[in-house]
C-alpha cells in the first residue's frame, strides 16, 4: 500500500485523540464543562407517515450507500440486482473491468433487463421486446428498428446510477448531484484505509429480517449504554463501556472507540487468523466502531472486517446485512476458524436484536413520547441532527414538531472535544 493510498498522520493524529479520549471518559464524574442537556428527540419520527416519507426520500434516495465487494462481481459480465431502496438496480462488471450501476429498466417500455439475482451475462437483453445493451448500459441493436421514427439510439442507454468505490467496497446513490464518494467520506477515509479495502477478500454475506423501524436498530448501534444489560456475558466481559471515546463529524459520520477491561487482552476468536500489518495501536489494541451515514456500521479489526447495513423493508420492519471481509488467505477455501468467528458475532448480534421488535411495539403506544438522551449516546442525538438536515436540504416537507434543534456542533471534529 502506498504512501499516498495510507495516510499515517491523519491516523496518528485521531489515535492521538482516541487515547487522551478514552482517558479522560474513565475518569470524568459527569459530563464535560458546557455540554447541553439534549432536547428529547419526538417520538413521531419513528412513526408518523408523513415524517417517514420525508426521510425516505431525503436520506434513502440520497445518499452513498453499500452494495456489495467487488469480488462478488469477480468476471466481467458478472451482475447482481439490488434493491434496498425500492428501486431496482443493475450493477455490472464491464468488459473493461469497471464496475457500473444502472436502473434495470429497459429504455423502451420499461421492463427489466435482466430478471435473476444475480449472474453472468456477455450483453443485457430484455426479454419483452429484445431491446439489447452491452455491459456500458449502450443500446445496441432493437427488433424492427425501421417502425422508430428518428430513433437515436445513442440516447437510449440505461440510466445509470452514481456507483464508486473505496478499494473494494462498492457503493451506490441514486442521487446525480451527490458529491464523489471520497468527498462524502471525509476524514472516514484514511481510518479506514489502514484496513486494507482495495485487498481485502469477500468472505460471505447474510441477514435478518426485524420487526422494528430501522431507526430502533440503529440508535442501538451507536452507543455502548446499553452493553451492561444486554451483553452481561459476551461483550461486557472484556470492554469497558465507560471508556468509550466519540468523534463526530460531518454528513453525520461518527466513531466509538472503547478500551478493553484489561490490558493485554486479546479477542480469542482472531487467534490462527492473518493480520494486517498496516492497522495501527488504537484500533489493534482498543475496540472501534464507524458509522458511515446513514446506515453502514463497522467493527473492524486487524484480522478482518464485518460491515453491518440497515434497510428500511417498510414502516415498522427493517433488515440487517452482515458482511465479511478478511485479508488474502492464500490459495485453497477459507480458513475454518472463520466459520465460528462469523457464528459467534452472530450470536452477539442476537442480543443486540432480541428486544427491537419489543420497543417497537412500544413506540407505537401513547407511553412513547420521545427519546431522552444522555452525553455517552450523543452519536444518536448527532444521527438525528443530520436526517434533519438533509430533510430541510431536499425541501421535503415534513411536520415541524418532529424536527429537532441542532446542538452537536460544538462537539464534533475540529471544534470541542473532550479533554483537549
Not at 321 to 336: K, L, T
Not at 359 to 386: A, D, M
Request: hydrophobic share 35%; charged share 25%.
Amino acid at each position: 500500500m502506498s504512501n499516498m493510498q495510507l495516510d499515517l498522520d491523519a491516523i496518528e493524529a485521531l489515535n492521538r485523540r482516541l487515547i487522551r479520549a478514552m482517558d479522560y471518559e474513565k475518569g470524568r464524574g459527569g459530563p464535560p464543562d458546557g455540554f447541553p442537556a439534549l432536547p428529547e428527540i419526538p417520538g413521531g419520527r419513528y412513526t408518523d407517515p408523513a415524517f417517514l416519507e420525508a426521510e425516505w426520500q431525503a436520506l434513502w434516495k440520497r445518499s452513498w450507500l453499500y452494495a456489495c465487494h467487488a469480488d462478488e462481481l469477480a468476471n466481467p459480465g458478472d451482475y447482481m440486482l439490488w434493491k434496498n431502496t425500492g428501486s431496482p438496480i443493475l450493477i455490472v462488471r464491464g468488459e473493461d473491468g469497471v464496475i457500473r450501476a444502472f436502473y434495470n429498466t429497459c429504455r423502451h417500455r420499461g421492463a427489466p433487463v435482466v430478471m435473476d439475482d444475480a449472474g453472468n451475462a456477455r450483453g443485457l437483453v430484455c426479454s419483452y421486446h429484445g431491446w439489447t445493451y452491452n455491459l456500458q448500459g449502450e443500446l445496441l441493436n432493437l427488433r424492427d428498428r425501421r417502425d422508430f421514427v428518428d430513433l437515436d439510439m445513442s440516447c437510449r442507454s440505461l440510466i445509470p446510477v452514481r456507483c464508486e468505490q473505496l478499494g473494494k467496497w462498492v457503493f451506490v446513490s441514486e442521487d446525480p448531484e451527490i458529491e464523489p464518494l471520497l468527498d462524502y467520506l471525509g476524514p472516514l477515509v484514511p481510518q479506514l484505509m489502514q484496513f486494507q479495502p482495495d485487498r481485502m477478500r469477500f468472505v460471505e454475506k447474510h441477514g435478518f429480517d426485524i420487526a422494528c423501524n430501522v431507526k430502533v436498530m440503529m440508535d442501538a448501534f451507536l452507543e455502548t449504554y446499553h452493553v451492561k444489560s444486554i451483553h452481561q456475558h459476551t461483550v461486557d466481559r472484556f470492554i469497558d463501556s465507560r471508556g468509550t471515546a466519540i468523534m463526530l463529524w460531518d454528513n453525520g459520520h461518527s466513531l466509538m472507540c472503547t478500551p478493553n477491561r484489561r490490558e493485554g487482552w486479546r479477542d480469542p476468536g482472531t487467534v490462527g487468523l492473518k493480520h494486517m500489518d498496516t492497522v495501527t495501536d488504537v484500533p489493534r489494541i482498543h475496540n472501534l466502531s464507524f458509522n458511515v451515514y446513514p446506515n453502514l456500521i463497522s467493527p473492524p479489526h486487524a484480522s478482518g472486517v464485518p460491515i453491518l447495513t440497515f434497510w428500511p423493508t417498510g414502516p415498522n420492519t427493517m433488515r440487517v446485512e452482515c458482511h465479511w471481509f478478511s485479508p488474502d488467505w492464500g490459495d485453497g477455501p477459507i480458513p475454518e476458524v472463520w466459520h465460528t468467528r462469523i457464528a459467534n458475532f452472530d450470536r452477539i448480534l442476537f442480543e443486540d436484536t432480541q428486544f427491537a421488535p419489543f420497543i417497537q411495539q412500544s413506540t407505537e403506544s401513547p407511553g412513547f413520547e420521545g427519546v431522552l438522551l444522555s452525553y455517552q449516546e450523543r452519536r444518536i442525538y448527532h444521527w438525528h441532527e443530520e436526517l434533519d438536515r438533509r430533510i430541510r436540504a431536499a425541501g421535503v416537507a415534513v411536520p415541524e414538531e418532529l424536527m429537532i434543534e441542532p446542538m452537536m456542533g460544538p462537539w464534533r471534529d475540529g471544534a470541542k472535544q473532550p479533554a483537549e
